[in-house]
Structure formats: structure tokens, C-alpha cells
Nanobody, 124 residues
Framework: VQLQASGGGLVQAGGSLRLSCAAS????????MGWFRQTPGKEREFVSAINWSGGRTYYADSVKGRFTISRDNAKNTVYLQMNSLKPEDTAVYFC??????????????????WGQGTLVTVSS
């Protein structure tokens, strides 16, 4: 599976962005998908995840109620709708995939496939 993240940009605090992650490969629908983010000097942190069917979603406490993850298996794409953005959301956002993720969806090591990252900058 190859992943291509897009949709990042510069937005004012309180604004919205939608990230997309397009995947290649016919097995996308069988992969657990996640979004992580990273700022300079810090470890990559979990943001959100979604199971293969889209029926289960997971969020970090810091984004719960503001971000929404979804997927379209027909388009091999996962989305992250980000609303009410805050300056502390500024980071490079990465999408990730793996067919074997279960309860440890929040761990970087649970995912074998990663996109290249897209930069989100939220100005105050």
C-alpha cells in the first residue's frame, strides 16, 4: 500500500481544513487507517484512527469533538475533517495504514505503511 496525503495549508485559528489520504492497492478496504502528527523535536503522536469498515473511529483527547475521520473504500481514500483549529494543531500530519491493527491503533509501531506528510499551520 502506498499512501499520499494532501490538504494541508495555512489557516487562521477557528478555521477548518480537510486532509485526504489516497491509497494505492486493492486491499485498502482491509486496512486500518490512522492519522498522526509531528512537530519539530517531538515524537509523532496519535490523532485519529478508523477501522476497515468505517464503523469504528478513535480520537486523541486533544482533538475529540473537533476532528472527524472518515473513509471511502470505493475511492481508496481516508479523510480527516479538522474544525475549530487551534495554533497547537500546527504540525506535519501523516496518514498510516496496516491490515493488522487491533487495540493498539494509537501506536506508531502498529502501522507498516506511511504517507509523506502534509503541513498544517494554524495562525493565532
Amino acid at each position: 500500500v502506498q499512501l499520499q496525503a494532501s490538504g494541508g495549508g495555512l489557516v487562521q485559528a477557528g478555521g477548518s481544513l480537510r486532509l485526504s489520504c489516497a491509497a494505492s492497492g486493492r486491499t485498502f478496504s482491509k486496512h486500518f487507517m490512522g492519522w498522526f502528527r509531528q512537530t519539530p523535536g517531538k515524537e509523532r503522536e496519535f490523532v485519529s484512527a478508523i477501522n476497515w469498515s468505517g464503523g469504528r473511529t478513535y480520537y486523541a483527547d486533544s482533538v475529540k469533538g473537533r476532528f472527524t475521520i472518515s473513509r471511502d473504500n470505493a475511492k481508496n481514500t481516508v479523510y480527516l475533517q479538522m474544525n475549530s483549529l487551534k495554533p497547537e494543531d500546527t504540525a506535519v500530519y501523516f496518514c498510516a495504514a496496516d491490515p493488522g491493527v487491533t487495540s493498539r491503533y494509537f501506536m506508531v509501531s502498529s502501522y507498516d505503511y506511511w504517507g509523506q506528510g502534509t503541513l498544517v499551520t494554524v495562525s493565532s
